[in-house]
């Protein structure tokens, strides 16, 4: 596959899309106001760093390593951030018991805009 990153970042936009419509239609009836807002901040983080994920792996002053490094640390934080907000919010998971996950996941999302000014800097 010449760019997996891309193929990754199409299928999460995809995805957003899909679980954005869910939210919205399907999930707007069962689910109070707060866990809808935390549902669609978990939405909006996906496809804000889908997103960032199509500049990355196109910007033509970006090695193949950075690409992957800063495609992985993003792609890290929309499963730990976005996911667990799912996880709570659909499947109804109590927060209690996966509380360090979606700050982890904020965690790798700060470290892959880091990474990617470094990167940026470094370049110049």
């Given at each position: 596959?010449?760019n997996?990153?891309?193929v990754i ?5 995809a ?12 999930l707007?009836?069962?689910l109070?106001?707060?866990a ?5 901040t ?10 960032v994920l ?32 799912y ?7 109590n ?14 999302f700060?470290?892959?805009?880091i ?10």
């Amino acid at each position: 596959m010449k760019n997996k990153n891309l193929v990754i970042t199409s299928i999460l936009g995809a995805i957003a899309i899909v679980l954005g419509a869910f939210g919205a239609h399907a999930l707007k009836e069962k689910l109070g106001v707060d866990a809808l807002k935390s549902f669609e901040t978990g939405v909006r983080y996906q496809m804000y760093h889908v997103i960032v994920l199509l500049f990355v792996n196109t910007y033509a002053g970006f090695k193949s390593k950075t690409k992957n490094v800063i495609s992985m640390l993003f792609i890290s934080g929309i499963v730990l951030f976005s996911g667990s907000i799912y996880a709570i919010t659909i499947l109804d998971i109590n927060p209690k018991s996966i509380w360090f996950i979606t700050p982890l996941g904020g965690v790798f999302f700060i470290i892959g805009w880091i990474k990617m000014t470094i990167s940026f800097l470094k370049s110049s």
